[in-house]
């Protein structure tokens, strides 16, 4: 299971990822993510609840005015950051 949610505003829409994340933490706890677009794709993974997530967003000042953020419970591949979603792609 999982769950997600996006943002679309004409604010920084991470606090409004993490609060739906949180509501939707129940869906899956075994890592977060959150992806804004700003100048770029940002993102930032963690491994654990969202609260160990915030963190790390605040940490890395995450800010965007678009994203994506997604909870995972893991029922296939290990429990890592590298796992947790969101994922980009480049090709």
């Known amino acids: 299971m999982c769950g997600i949610v996006g943002a679309i505003a004409k604010r920084d829409v991470v606090p409004m990822l ?8 129940y869906r899956g706890y075994d890592s977060a993510g ?5 100048n770029g794709i940002q993102r930032v993974r963690a ?9 790390k967003a605040n940490e890395e000042s995450l800010h965007g005015f678009v994203g994506i953020g997604h909870t995972r419970w893991a029922t296939h591949g290990g429990v890592t950051e ?5 994922h980009i792609s480049h090709g």
């Open 34 to 38: 959150v992806a804004v677009l700003n």
């Open 82 to 86: 590298f796992n947790a979603h969101p």
């Open 47 to 55: 491994v654990g609840r969202v609260a160990g997530m915030q963190s």
């Open 18 to 25: 993490i609060e739906g994340l949180g509501r939707l933490e």
